[in-house]
């Protein structure tokens, strides 16, 4: 079956204790991408990345990393979490549309990852 | 920042009713996209309509865009307690951006 993978599911950590959420997709997607979840804000893009150790910031990057090291997997590494860190968390993929100008994407998401800082 | 910005926030319908919702963004777009999210649970794709399309359907949806007034409309006709979830709509290809959403309640 075709999915986005997301773990954990759903995660409570500490203040500065280092984590990362994994992210797996067999669908041989070029794109992958990060996005957090807040209540009232919608989802905001994070960090994507559009191949193999290609990734770029998105509107709110801040204490947040990534790497693309592999074209399915896209970890998204917390160094030191702050509680305005707490959120729910999508990973998504799409193949690049290369037909049209900007990539025409449609994404497939994970089901999301819940993640509680104290 | 948010670029796609949905209209209403909520919306109550009856079972049977239609709902409708909108969006309004802020630059010029490739295209604009429609995602149903249930609650807590990752995004689905609806709808993808181009810049130069002016009114796309797919089943009982129904999609226009007028990039004359930076705005989309997604309308869902004949409605079930089922379509109960959050409609967003995204913009901007690789730098996605989605708007807060439209919470839609249909009551059986």
């Known amino acids: 079956e075709a999915q986005v993978t997301q773990n954990p599911r759903y995660l409570i950590t500490v203040t500065g204790k280092k984590l990362t959420v994994t992210c797996s997709q067999n669908?041989?997607?070029?794109?992958m991408s990060w996005y957090r979840q807040d209540p009232g804000l919608g989802l905001r893009q994070i960090y994507y990345?559009?191949?193999?150790?290609?990734?770029d910031k998105g509107d709110v990057p801040e204490g947040y990393k990534v790497s693309r090291k592999e074209k399915r997997n896209f970890p998204l590494i917390l160094e030191s979490p702050s509680p305005n860190q707490t959120s729910l968390y999508f990973c998504?993929?799409?193949?690049?549309?290369?037909?049209?100008?900007?990539?025409?994407?449609?994404?497939?998401f994970g089901a999301g990852s819940r993640l509680t800082v104290l | 920042s948010q670029q796609g910005e949905e209209d209403p926030q909520a919306l109550s319908i009856q079972e049977g009713e239609n709902a409708t919702m909108n969006c309004s963004y802020k630059?010029?777009?490739?295209?604009l996209q429609w995602y149903r999210q249930n609650s807590g649970r990752g995004l689905v794709h609806l709808i993808l309509?181009?810049?130069?399309?002016r009114e796309k359907h797919s089943g009982r949806l129904r999609v226009t865009l007028d990039t004359s007034k930076k705005s989309s409309s997604l309308l869902i006709t004949a409605s079930r307690a089922a379509d109960t979830a959050s409609y967003f709509c995204?913009?901007?290809?690789?730098?996605?951006?989605f708007g807060a959403g439209t919470r839609l309640f249909v009551k059986a």
């Open positions: 998504a993929s799409s193949f690049i549309d290369r037909s049209a100008v900007g990539g025409t994407n449609v994404l497939t």
């Open positions: 669908m041989n997607h070029e794109y």
């Open positions: 990345s559009m191949n193999v150790e290609v990734t």
């Open positions: 630059t010029s777009i490739n295209n």
């Open positions: 309509i181009r810049s130069n399309e």
């Open positions: 995204a913009t901007g290809g690789f730098k996605t951006i």
